[in-house]
């Protein structure tokens, strides 16, 4: 087993980790990018653009079939990527981490299979929260044309926090899967997956957990949260765009039929007849994005030289700082006052359009994401068409706050 952890973690910089971030230091419209959009996407260390030029510079060959020296170098380190993802949310086994495009293709990859496992009868029951993401509702009612299952909302409450005694009472014996978010993109609200999970365990129901927006900002304990599924992607936690993970206990993916066939995920193919490979090559058909699983492993290495909880605690100074200082905004409002609360934070102004908003501070070089975020049912439950949202990471400043909230003030100005 490799040891990819560090014995001795790097001390927590700011300025140093900012150096890291080649795009950091670019100008945007003439001013230094302030980036405020990293729910959206995190931007990369040079260390994962250094791995990713390497493989296409060096390394490139393709995997698990050619016996020479470059396709074995190539494999060795897609398979390396996979065991640095196991140790990073402490699966029980390698074999256990799914290589797919993001968390929308594992959350689509889980649907569809538990379904052609007939792990569905019709009328049976899925729960969800109602702050999801798009990715974690659309797949169940896509599935619906192949069996009737019934979508159940958790409701949550102004602050944005689930409400646990209504999510009891929503479990029947119709129940099959609870699919939930870990942080919500949009609300910044960390949902308490451990208990979510406690609770349908007792009734001897699996949880599939979206951490798309966990992953990094938290350190992830699958084998401690018990979850039956976890996914997220790689592009947001500081890796390549076009990969991620689906996290899935052995027993259900060895009951899950192939997603997708054709090369790589078999053992044997007659006209006849096809036998699939083990786990995790079954679910990984065809060529996959080798160069993205290496730049994820990167990745991980580069939050590996730090202490998580670091991290976390210092994304959490942010948090507050930007609370603090946004509320000083007159007319503004923050949509999601959850008390365990990661840095995301959704707001809407009186009277003034969150496109104007972001349009306006982008010239200033300000990137904030504006819209309904993929959760259009947060939008309806809070009777607004749509927020600005900005979201940090440990390479954002209390200065890139200071100059958010001068560009809003400017915004203020502009439309008094
Ligand atoms: C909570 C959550 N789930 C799922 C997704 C989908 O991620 P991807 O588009 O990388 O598949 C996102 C992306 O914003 C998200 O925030």
Sequence with gaps: MINTI???????????????????????????????????????????????????????????????????????????????VKEFINALSASEIIFVRGATEAIN?????????KFFNSGDEVIITHMEHHANIVPWQLITDRKQIKLKVIPINDAGEVDLDAYQ??????????????????????????????????????????????????????????A??????????????????????TEFLEMMPPYQGGGSMIRTVTFEKTTFDDLPGKFEAGTPNIAGAIGLGAAIDYMNQFDRNELTDYENTLLI???????????????????????????????????????????DGI?????????????????????????????????EIDKLVMGLIKVKKMFA
């Design 367 to 399: 990137a904030i994401r504006t819209g309904h975020h993929c959760t259009q049912p947060i939008m309806d439950r809070f009777k607004i068409p749509a927020t600005s949202r900005a979201s940090f990471s440990f390479y954002n400043t209390k200065e």
């Design 169 to 226: 009472s929503l479990i029947t014996e119709k129940t099959k899967l609870v699919s939930v978010l870990h942080i919500s993109n949009t609300l910044g609200t960390i949902n308490p997956v451990k208990k979510i999970i406690e609770i349908a365990h007792s009734k001897g129901i699996p949880v599939l957990v979206d951490g798309a927006q966990s992953v990094p900002h938290l350190k992830v304990d699958v084998q401690e949260l018990d």
């Design 321 to 363: 700082y930007a609370t603090e200082k946004l509320l000083g905004v007159e007319g503004l409002k923050i949509i999601g006052n959850a008390k365990d609360k990661a840095s995301v934070i959704s707001f809407v102004i009186d009277g003034i359009h969150p496109y104007d908003i972001g349009t306006i501070i982008d010239t």
């Design 109 to 117: 990859l889980v649907a569809s299979t538990l379904c052609r496992a």
């Design 228 to 249: 039956d599924f976890y996914v997220f992607s790689g592009h947001k936690v500081f890796g390549p765009t076009g990969v991620g993970v689906l996290y899935g206990k």
């Design 6 to 84: 560090p014995d001795t973690k790097k001390k927590f910089n700011v300025e140093d980790v900012r150096k890291d971030f080649p795009i950091l230091k670019r100008l945007v419209n003439g001013k230094p990018l302030v980036y405020l959009d990293n729910a959206a996407t995190s931007q990369k260390p040079q260390a994962v653009i250094a791995a990713l030029n390497q493989y296409y510079t060096f390394d490139n060959a393709n995997i698990h079939r050619g016996l020479y020296f470059l396709s074995e170098l190539a494999t060795d380190q897609y398979e390396t990527a996979r065991l640095k």
